[in-house]
């Protein structure tokens, strides 16, 4: 199947930085990334839905000023969470939807953890 | 609004028992049902999936058919191995896979030797 990447793996930051997260689609072009986040032992919850070269749409109760998505291309779009805090730590997970039958294939996901 | 409903977790089985995780959903119109497992520290992967009504999605042993009827996508294995465990997730998606997954709250499956 085709192959999601995410950089970094996890990551343990200071209250109050600010954390960019790398999606990328490595062997297809991605006509549309998702971005979730998952809390422990629950499921996973979108967080927003990334076009290439237009703005990101987010879920309600997303703030679109805390969770930045830029997504620059059709095999990359960043996650930016602006002034993290502890609430902000979780699982995050992207997804690159592409291909002939337009099937969405998921990243590894990136560990945050805000001290 | 679109929803999935899995049963809770976790399962737990002893090796070579009959699997079923029992998924329903709400949505409108003719939604696109899959399966995704999560093995421990790795993402999710997808398992099979199903686009329309009475087909049946298998990979691995696993089958899961897609009942319009009783809006239900039930996975099932005839005998399950330890490295079966994992979390199960259901999932629907709109217009065959052109919008996010509206996930199930996932159920843990734990496979005894």
């Not at chain 1, 930085?17 to 979108?46: G, H, N």
């Not at chain 1, 502890?86 to 291909?99: K, L, N, W």
């Not at chain 2, 029992?22 to 421990?40: E, K």
């Amino acid at each position: 199947g085709a192959v999601v990447s995410q950089h970094p793996s996890w990551v343990i930051c200071k209250s109050g930085t600010s954390v960019k997260i790398e999606c990328r689609s490595l062997d297809f072009q991605a006509t549309t990334m998702f971005w979730y986040r998952q809390f422990p032992k629950q499921s996973l919850m979108l967080m927003a839905t990334s076009n290439e070269g237009s703005k990101a749409t987010y879920e309600q109760g997303v703030e679109k000023d805390k969770f930045l998505i830029n997504h620059a291309s059709l095999t990359l779009s960043t996650l930016t969470v602006t002034s993290a805090h502890p609430e902000d730590s979780s699982f995050y997970i992207c997804s690159s939807r592409g291909g002939v039958e337009e099937t969405q294939y998921f990243g590894p996901g990136t560990r945050l953890l805000v001290l | 609004g679109n929803s999935v409903t899995q049963m809770e977790g976790p399962v737990t089985l002893s090796e070579e028992a009959f699997l079923t995780i029992n998924c329903t959903y709400t949505a409108t119109g003719y939604p696109s049902l899959f399966w995704y497992v999560q093995y421990p520290g790795e993402g999710l992967q997808l398992l099979l999936k199903a686009t329309k009504a009475d087909d049946k999605g298998s990979n691995k042993g696993f089958e899961a058919t897609y009942r319009k009827e009783t809006t239900s996508f039930h996975l099932e294995k005839g005998s399950v191995q330890v490295s079966d465990s994992a979390v199960y997730f259901c999932a629907l998606s709109d217009q065959a896979g052109r919008r996010a997954l509206t996930f199930g709250s996932g159920t843990r499956l734990q496979v005894q030797p």
